[in-house]
C-alpha cells in the first residue's frame, strides 16, 4: 500500500517557469490538500478538495493552480514561479472530515522546491 | 495572528525523562491531530482528538475543549523520539486545518 505518493523529491526552477507537482493516493479519500512549509511558520493550506471535479482555495492560493479530475490524483501547479515560492510543499489525504469528526491526515514525502 | 500556538518551540531533554508540548488554540475546532515530523522531513499522525485523553505506547495526548488546550506528553523519551512535533486544528465544520509551527525536540542518550 503505497500511501500518498509526491514528486518530484526535489526541484530547481527559474523566476517565471511553470512546473506541476504531481500528488496521488491510493486509499479511495476523497479530501486532498496542498500545503507549503516555511522555515518557522506551520504548514499553511494552499488548496484542497473534497472530491473529484471539487477544490476550493486555503490561506496561500495565489500562484498556485489545482484541479481534481480523479479522486487519486491532486496536482498542484505552479504557474509562474517565484523565488516566494521557494519552500517545502506537502500533499495530505483523509477521508472526508465532512462526516463525523474527520480522520487522520496522511502525508507524502514532500518536495523541497526551489526557484532562483 | 496564528490560530493556533505552541510552545515550547526547542526543547532537549535527557534519555528517560518526561516531556510535555503544548497545543492553545482560538477558535472553535471539531478535531485536533499531534503529527511527527522526522528528520528526514516526512509527516505522520499521531493522534487524532476531539475531547479527552488518548494513550499509545509512550506518547499520551490530552484535550480541554473548554480551555482550547491540548498536551502531547512523552514518557521515558528516547533519542528516536526526537523529532519535531506538529499541532493542527480541523475549524468546525469546515474543511481547513490550521497547523502550528512546531516544537523541535531533542533528546540526548
Known amino acids: 500500500n503505497a500511501g500518498v505518493t509526491q514528486t518530484p523529491k526535489f526541484q530547481v526552477l527559474k523566476t517565471g517557469q511553470s512546473m506541476t507537482l504531481q500528488c496521488a493516493q491510493d486509499?479511495?479519500?476523497?479530501?486532498m490538500s496542498w500545503y507549503r512549509q516555511d522555515p518557522g511558520m506551520g504548514l499553511r493550506l494552499i488548496h484542497y478538495?473534497?472530491?473529484?471535479?471539487?477544490?476550493d482555495q486555503g490561506e496561500v492560493p495565489n500562484g498556485y493552480n489545482v484541479s481534481r479530475s480523479t479522486t487519486e490524483d491532486f496536482p498542484l501547479r505552479l504557474l509562474s514561479a517565484a523565488p516566494s515560492q521557494t519552500s517545502v510543499y506537502f500533499c495530505a489525504s483523509s477521508q472526508t472530515p465532512i462526516r463525523g469528526w474527520g480522520s487522520p491526515l496522511h502525508f507524502g514525502n514532500g518536495t523541497r522546491l526551489t526557484v532562483t | 495572528k496564528n490560530e493556533v500556538e505552541q510552545s515550547p518551540q526547542n526543547l532537549t531533554a535527557q534519555e528517560g525523562e518526561f516531556i510535555t508540548i503544548n497545543c492553545s488554540y482560538s477558535v472553535g475546532i471539531s478535531a485536533l491531530h499531534w503529527l511527527q515530523q522526522h528528520p528526514g522531513g516526512g509527516i505522520v499522525s499521531l493522534f487524532m482528538?476531539?475531547?479527552g485523553k488518548k494513550k499509545h505506547g509512550r506518547l499520551i495526548a490530552t484535550i480541554n475543549i473548554q480551555e482550547k488546550h491540548s498536551s502531547l506528553h512523552i514518557t521515558a523519551s528516547h533519542p528516536r523520539d526526537s523529532a519535531v512535533y506538529i499541532c493542527?486544528?480541523?475549524?468546525?465544520?469546515?474543511?481547513?486545518?490550521?497547523f502550528g509551527s512546531g516544537t523541535k525536540l531533542n533528546v540526548k542518550p
Open positions: 482528538l476531539s475531547s
Open positions: 493542527a486544528v480541523r475549524l468546525g465544520n469546515f474543511n481547513k486545518f490550521y
Open positions: 478538495s473534497v472530491g473529484a471535479g471539487i477544490t
Open positions: 486509499m479511495n479519500h476523497e479530501y
